[in-house]
């Protein structure tokens, strides 16, 4: 029998009442069913019957079918887990209406989690009895001993401490002398102590702080952008907040953009509230994801810190979330359900009466645009904390300079170096291109050498002595000759990845020791993080990295950042460049001068007119993103107006093509709202994996309801076989 949900009044169906559970079986309605014996709540996790299988579903409301009684089947059971709550079944309606995802899949989206059809899961602890042992031995005296000390270990944990093998404490128990006790596997996180001592903040900390748990106390849902430079103490006001909903005895929920950060914040969090909080993400054990889950619903875990698919935990009470780094490229899920973690997290918050703080040092233009139209509060930190300055940003003119063949460090950069090295201090050298060069190309025939499965060039990782596809992960041994034309010892790489401008420094700085960051030279999370907290400690002395380091890395002693090619992000065509470029170039120079020491940033660029490289330079934010902001509403570009991707995939590529065009011509649904759309054209990524790729652009005017005239047109065509359409409703990239 399950408990009932707390928080709302949901309905309890009695035995045998008529209910509708939604399952995860890509169905799309809701099917009737019996309510099992002893009756269940509305949100109730259940088992059913469905055709000879058993699946899991959520008692979703009434039933409501016309399925003739007699042939209704009951409901196996109600599974151990605290119902889902109104407020989540509403967000996963209403996100599976935004993302035209169908609410099977938002379904599946929400119960990913191990075990959650188990039985309810009991593990013997063992603690000291009341009997003596008739004999004592050494064996039994260390057991003994040992849980004098600790009570409640388990087995394992009993014998591994004592030194025991498990009969001897199978011996005690039937003595009495050791007393076996059954206890719920999944127990609730430590207490988080909101009223321990944070930092004492600074006027302004305090002041974004007050506001911040000000709305808190108030109630009801809001969201506000924190904006502060790198170092200027977001973490520490938002902490403040989370204290205020821990106070209120509500949850709070942190989403990070990289797992890599979480150990670090972790660590801060324990130190601010006395206790670990609860983790969601990829990096988590089975039993611990299992554990979140399940305190999640039950008000066991009051703080979560997680990934992206944290926003789909069956929180009892959420109170806050805070998405960090909110402009960050990660929180858009580009796989499957394709949603926005930021926008998904603002709707999940309105339905909960919950509070969003939103914290960026570069927010994106939607952010940015929604505080300036009075949707969104804004508060602004605007000095770094302590005597860190911002760093100093110049433009070094690469028409000036004349380097030799294969050479990207320019004479004034490698100055600027030197001086570092000299004075003790860290230099990073920022190439946002992993690998060792972006293009190998044959010097006899002039050809460059792709991916047999994508249109995409193999990028050549003399680390890994392989050629590599940064789309679908295809990689191959470095060939001798030439694929196309059997020239020996013609091939040549061409243009700079990290691994060539580590070569290049080692060159030019013989003495300095160098540590490479990037994502692909570490095997796991862990080996990455170590990496940075020895870089921190002064293990290194110039620091080559892609945007990995971009994102909230401390690193105390570095004071240069030299960024090599700052033209890279402003080429090609994607809406979002200059907004992009902006950001981590913002970023990586925030990465220098975090201490004591004043930074400097110095950007190499063929453009130094160019307008975002000249609003960097000038770090006028505001000037920047009122212009970016004029130009894309003067062509209707989000977020003042709406965009749709549609991406069409499959073996064939004219059957892609009759499929575009056929829905080219079918637009009638799209014109009824006042939308256009553009295509079929080949994706910029036009075969991944070995499927072809044809994409459709759908452009409408902010006010249109769009997602159910999508619906409603590419309903006209549903797709069979090996083809796939996916709908992307706000694209973030246009690949
Ligand atoms: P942000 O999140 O804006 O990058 P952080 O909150 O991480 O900034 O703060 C940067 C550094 O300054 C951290 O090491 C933090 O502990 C420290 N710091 C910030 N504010 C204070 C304060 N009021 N007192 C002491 N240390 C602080
Ligand atoms: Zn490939």
New binding site residues.
């Given amino acids: 029998m399950s408990k009932p949900p707390t928080g709302d009044r949901p309905s309890f169906f009695d035995e045998g009442a008529r209910v509708g559970v939604l399952t995860t079986q890509p169905l799309d309605r809701v099917l009737d069913y019996l309510a099992p014996e002893g009756g269940c709540w509305a949100g109730a996790f259940v088992e059913v019957p469905l055709g000879p299988r058993r699946v899991t579903g959520v008692v979703w409301g009434p039933g409501e079918g016309d399925f003739p009684a007699a042939k209704l089947r009951q409901v196996n059971r109600v599974l151990d887990a605290a119902p889902m709550r109104e407020e989540l079944r509403s967000f996963l309606i209403r996100a599976g209406e935004y993302t035209l995802t169908p609410l099977s899949a938002m379904l599946r989206l929400a119960t990913r989690v191990p075990g959650l059809g188990d039985p309810p899961s009991m593990r013997k602890l063992y603690r000291p009895g009341a009997a003596e042992p008739a004999r004592m031995t050494d064996a039994r005296a260390r057991v003994l001993e040992t849980l004098e000390a600790q009570p409640g270990l388990t087995l394992k944990e009993l014998t591994d401490a004592a030194g025991v093998s498990p009969s001897v404490v199978k011996g005690l128990v039937a003595r009495g002398a050791v007393e076996e006790v059954d206890t719920p596997r999944d127990t609730p996180f430590p207490r988080l102590d909101p009223d321990a001592p944070g930092?004492?903040?600074?006027e302004d900390?305090a002041r974004a702080a007050g506001a911040l748990c000000a709305g808190l106390r108030a109630g009801g849902y809001g969201t506000t952008l924190l904006k502060?430079?790198?170092?200027?103490?977001?973490?520490?006001?938002y902490l403040e907040a989370v204290a205020e909903c821990l106070r209120q005895g509500r949850q709070a929920l942190v989403l990070l953009p990289e797992i890599a950060l979480t150990a670090e914040f972790i660590a801060?969090v324990e130190a601010r509230f006395g206790a670990r909080p609860a983790e969601w993400h990829s990096g988590v054990t089975m039993a611990e994801r299992r554990r979140a889950w399940r305190m999640a619903g039950e008000g066991g875990a009051s703080m979560v810190v997680g990934a992206r698919s944290a926003l789909f935990l069956p929180f009892r009470e959420l109170g806050l979330v805070v998405i960090d780094e909110e402009h960050d490229t990660s929180y858009k899920q580009e796989e499957g359900a394709l949603y926005h973690a930021r926008d998904m997290a603002v709707l999940r918050a309105s339905l909960a009466g919950a509070r969003v703080v939103l914290?960026s040092?570069t927010p994106s233009l939607e952010t940015w645009a929604n505080a300036e139209a009075g949707k969104y509060a804004r508060l602004d930190?605007t000095a770094r904390?302590?005597p860190a300055a911002l760093p100093a940003m110049r433009a070094l003119d690469m028409r000036a300079e004349t380097l030799p063949a294969n050479r990207w460090i320019s004479s004034k950069l490698a100055r600027a170096v030197e001086a570092r090295l000299a004075a003790g201090e860290q230099a990073m050298l920022f190439l946002n291109r992993r690998g060792y060069a972006p293009v190998t190309l044959c010097r006899a025939c002039g050809h460059q050498i792709g991916c047999k499965h994508c249109d995409a060039r193999m990028v050549e990782h003399r680390f890994l002595k392989r050629l590599v596809c940064h789309q679908c992960g295809e990689s191959e041994p470095i060939p001798a000759a030439c694929p196309a034309c059997g020239a020996e010892d013609r091939l040549a790489p061409v243009g700079p990845g990290v691994e060539r401008l580590a070569e290049e420094t080692a060159e030019r700085f013989p003495d300095a020791r160098l540590a490479v960051l990037s994502s692909d030279l570490f095997g796991s999370a862990r080996a990455l993080k170590e990496e940075i907290a020895r870089i921190a400690e002064g293990g290194a002395d110039i620091v080559i990295g892609t945007q990995l380091v971009a994102k909230?890395h401390?690193f105390p002693l570095l004071t240069l950042v030299g960024v090599i090619d700052a033209d890279l992000g402003l080429q090609g065509s994607d809406l979002r460049a200059a907004e992009r470029t902006f950001q981590l170039m913002r970023q990586v120079a925030g990465r220098a001068g975090r201490a004591e020491r004043p930074g400097t940033a110095l950007l190499q660029t063929f453009q130094p007119e160019h307008p975002v490289i000249r609003a960097i330079l000038a770090g006028d934010e505001e000037g920047f993103w009122r212009a970016e902001a004029a130009e894309r509403e003067a062509a209707g570009m989000p977020p003042y107006g709406r965009m749709a991707g549609i991406i069409l995939s499959g073996p064939e590529l004219q059957e892609l093509f009759d499929l575009g065009t056929a829905l080219l011509r079918a637009d009638a649904p799209l014109r009824r709202v006042g939308a256009q759309v553009f295509g079929p054209a080949p994706a910029p990524i036009a075969r991944i994996r070995g499927r072809h790729r044809v994409r459709l652009l759908v452009k409408a005017p902010k006010s249109a309801a769009l997602q159910p005239a999508l619906a409603d047109w590419v309903g006209q065509f549903p797709v069979k076989g090996e083809l796939r359409l996916a709908v992307d409703i706000d694209p973030q990239s246009f690949f």
């Fill in positions: 930092k004492p903040l600074t900390q502060g430079v790198t170092g200027s103490g977001k973490t520490e006001v801060r914290a040092a930190l904390f302590g909230g401390n």
